[in-house]
C-alpha cells in the first residue's frame, strides 16, 4: 500500500512556474507507477503526466507537453511535478496517484488505487 501527500501548490501569474511534490510513504512506491492528474471545478479528471516505476518513462498531456516535466527520486520516495509556462487554464486542483506495484503504465484514473488529497493551483492572467 502507498499512502500520498501532495504540496506546492499556489497561487503564480501566467507565464510563471510551481513546482509540485508528491511525497510517499509505503514499500510498494519504487514499484509503482506515479501519474499527476488535475480537476478544474465542473470538469472532469483528467491526466496530466505519468512516470513509470521501471524505467522512469514519462507521457504526457498534450495540453502540457513542453511545459510541465515528471521526475521521480525514489531514495526520497518523492515524485516531482515541474510546470513552467503557465497558462490560466491549468488552474485545477492536482493529485498525484500510485497504481499496484509492477504495473503498466496508463494514463486512464481508473487504473490507479492510491491518491493524495490534492493541491490547489491557480494561475491568474
Known amino acids: 500500500q502507498v499512502q500520498l501527500v501532495e504540496s506546492g501548490g499556489g497561487l503564480v501569474q501566467a507565464g510563471g512556474s510551481l513546482t509540485l511534490s508528491c511525497a510517499a510513504s509505503g514499500r510498494a512506491f519504487s514499484s509503482s507507477n506515479i501519474g499527476w492528474f488535475r480537476q478544474a471545478p465542473g470538469k472532469v479528471r483528467e491526466f496530466v503526466a505519468l512516470?513509470?516505476?521501471?524505467?522512469?518513462?514519462?507521457r504526457y498531456a498534450d495540453s502540457v507537453k513542453g511545459r510541465f516535466t515528471v521526475s521521480r527520486d525514489n531514495a526520497k520516495n518523492t515524485v516531482y511535478l515541474q510546470m513552467n509556462s503557465m497558462k490560466p487554464e491549468d488552474t485545477a486542483v492536482y493529485y498525484c496517484?500510485?497504481?499496484?506495484?509492477?504495473?503498466?503504465?496508463?494514463?486512464?484514473?481508473?487504473?490507479?488505487?492510491?491518491w493524495g488529497q490534492g493541491t490547489q493551483v491557480t494561475v491568474s492572467s
Open positions: 496517484a500510485a497504481d499496484r506495484p509492477f504495473s503498466i503504465a496508463t494514463t486512464g484514473p481508473s487504473a490507479y488505487d492510491y
Open positions: 512516470i513509470s516505476w521501471s524505467r522512469g518513462n514519462t
